[in-house]
């Protein structure tokens, strides 16, 4: 896809945004079929498992983190994440 995935998710601000980020999501796994974690388990499992290591990160940063954008960063990772 032409625009990375993580900075399309760095644009998400609210429950709109978060759901036209899905949109994309689901356009660039339907283009770009070569994603690293290709089926819906191994997608869901990285996507967890990138949340999980990056939660303790910067806790500064992240009390002023949007929830939705955070979302979106976390289902992104989902795609190459290992």
């Not at 079929?33 to 089926?39: D, I, K, L, Y």
């Not at 388990?41 to 910067?58: M, R, S």
Request: hydrophobic letters at 45%; proline letters at 1%.
């Amino acid at each position: 896809m032409k625009d990375d995935m993580f900075n399309v998710a760095s644009r998400v601000q609210d429950e709109r945004s978060f759901l036209e980020f899905l949109h994309v999501l689901a356009a660039d796994r339907h283009d770009e079929t070569a994603w690293e974690n290709s089926t819906i388990e191994a997608f869901l499992d990285a996507a967890a498992a990138w949340g999980e290591v990056t939660a303790g990160k910067d806790a500064a940063a992240k009390s002023n983190e949007n929830p939705w954008q955070r979302c979106a960063q976390i289902l992104s990772a989902g795609k190459f994440y290992e």
